[in-house]
């Protein structure tokens, strides 16, 4: 199998220079998009074709990757696959009452892989490999229920409980994979059949090892997370999730994961899981991005050491830093927007991002960012050097559950912004409170461009802020124009400089027009 021990070189390699971003052939920005809500579906077809049907306008927009949702079978039709039942069935099993996913049938999904591939923009395997759901049958487990805000201490006396642990797989039979799971492959669960009791329960009876060590310390240990949680001590637990691993992109073409949920897995397996899909696809540069849900940079950086540039992680404490600014109002500094985040730290380690399907208001991780920060903070992620920007689907198309049509327009306009003008090195003027900016300095095939950030609260819709700004010699005696909306123009001097302007509560972005 494989090795357990891991050694920390310091400094560690980088994540992204070291991983595909988007096709060989591509020389504008890289740009990733989550594909999906919480709640996403579609009124006229399934999420696979209106995948498919988008990818054209988001190639031309200049989209390099896409992050679809779990493409796995559900313990349910409605699930959206984080509640993962079969890894192996993608839409194609009658299986958990129907044969296609949530998100439509494993045709539908090859198909809009194969338009993907031929438009250059790379899928990206939304790998659930946590927990299971939605089991056929029960088995009876010796365990004992922990408290759940401290999963190492017993609240209880070890007994007998019911468990939903043995999964058949009736419907896909042997086909793919002959593994079948029981009781014997998971370490936790949290729901006792016999007694009808909810409980975090950790299995005690012979060959359970109890919970992992090489997880997040949070309530203690943070192995169990829900469903049936996964032992990895066990060596064909291993074996098939690291076959699925190459068989899931030999099958749809997909060019690397996404991660869910790591803080809660044995984070020597999820290391190996990503070495040997590499080493065995013969795909020395497939990408990788972690969730690992914490916005203590404290905790982040040693795990981000561990994984020796392996993967790339969520920038969870900027997306933090902007939840607060976007709270707090012209109250929060805003030359402090970056501090204590992985992309101010190991840039080169951040996949950045706003939003995700788990931060609407009312989901699990709820941190949503305000409407009247967002677009402050989609230019600090799309429009500055440092960082591998993601977008969110709820920010950009019409939803029910977070869509808004100001938002979605000055997000299109900044996502052309990165695509035209911002290049080159990144150079900050982070000088007041309410009121920061930068400039990029582009490059020989590109402009650049100059960006001001306001968070003062004004409603008058007036210019408030003046910032002095140096856009490079080259643009020398020359005229900036306002990219969003209509805020005027600027003379540069013969030394490259300008006094560019924003009206409150905004960003601005201003390019060369002459």
């Not at 357990?4 to 220079?17: I, N, Q, V």
């Not at 409407?371 to 993601?390: D, M, S, T, V």
């Not at 920010?395 to 035209?420: F, G, H, M, Q, V």
């Amino acid at each position: 199998m494989f090795s357990w021990t891991t050694k920390l070189f310091r400094p560690s390699p980088s994540a992204l220079p070291q991983m595909r971003l988007g096709p060989d052939d591509h020389t504008d920005n890289a740009l990733m998009l989550q594909f999906f809500t919480w709640d996403a579906l579609h009124k006229d077809m399934s999420w696979w074709k209106h995948l498919n049907s988008e990818l054209p306008r988001l190639a031309q927009m200049g989209f390099t990757q896409v992050w679809i949702p779990p493409a796995n079978k559900a313990s349910e039709p409605s699930g959206r696959g984080y509640d993962a039942y079969d890894l192996w069935d993608l839409g194609e099993f009658d299986q958990k009452g129907a044969v296609r996913t949530r998100w439509g049938t494993k045709e539908e999904l090859l198909q809009a892989c194969k338009t993907a591939q031929q438009l250059g923009i790379d899928i990206l395997v939304d790998a659930v490999l946590n927990h299971k759901m939605g089991a056929d049958r029960t088995e009876v487990v010796r365990a004992v229920p922990v408290d759940p805000q401290n999963r190492l201490k017993e609240i209880g006396r070890p007994r007998d409980i019911e468990t939903w642990t043995a999964f058949d797989f009736k419907g896909r039979g042997d086909k793919y994979n002959t593994f079948r799971w029981n009781q014997e492959h998971f370490n936790g669960i949290d729901w006792d059949e016999r007694t009808q009791t909810r409980d975090i329960y950790r299995f005690a009876g012979p060959g359970h090892k109890g919970w992992s060590n090489h997880v997040d310390r949070e309530r203690g240990n943070f192995d169990y997370l829900l469903g049936a949680n996964i032992d990895y001590r066990h060596p064909a637990v291993q074996q098939d999730m690291l076959d699925w691993g190459c068989w899931i992109l030999q099958t749809t073409g997909g060019s690397g994961f996404r991660l869910d949920a790591i803080k809660h897995i044995d984070r020597r397996f999820v290391l190996n899981f990503v070495q040997h899909v590499r080493q065995q696809t013969g795909n020395s540069n497939l990408f990788a991005v972690a969730e690992y849900w914490s916005d203590n940079l404290k905790t982040i950086l040693p795990i981000i050491q561990m994984f020796k540039g392996a993967t790339a992680f969520f920038d969870v404490p900027l997306h933090m830093n902007f939840h607060n600014a976007s709270r707090r109002g012209s109250k929060y500094n805003l030359t402090q927007i970056l501090k204590a985040t992985i992309v101010s730290v190991k840039p080169k380690d951040a996949v950045t991002f706003v939003d995700n399907h788990e931060c609407v208001e009312g989901q699990s991780l709820e941190s949503w960012v305000g409407n009247q920060f967002k677009i402050q903070a989609y230019a600090l992620i799309l429009l500055r050097g440092e960082g591998h920007p993601c977008v969110f689907y709820g920010d950009l198309y019409p939803n029910p559950e977070c869509y808004n049509e100001r938002i979605s327009r000055n997000l299109t306009l900044l996502i052309e912004a990165r695509k035209k003008f911002a290049y080159g090195p990144t150079v900050d003027y982070f000088r007041y409170k309410n009121c920061i900016g930068f400039v990029r300095l582009g490059d020989d095939a590109h402009p650049g461009c100059a960006v001001v950030l306001s968070n003062k609260e004004d409603g008058s819709g007036t210019v408030v802020h003046t910032l002095r700004m140096n856009v490079g010699k080259r643009h020398a005696v020359s005229t900036f124009a306002t990219f969003l909306q209509d805020d005027g123009k600027v003379n540069i001097d013969s030394n490259g400089w300008g006094e560019f302007t924003s009206i409150a509560n905004h960003a601005q972005v201003w390019v060369r027009v002459d």
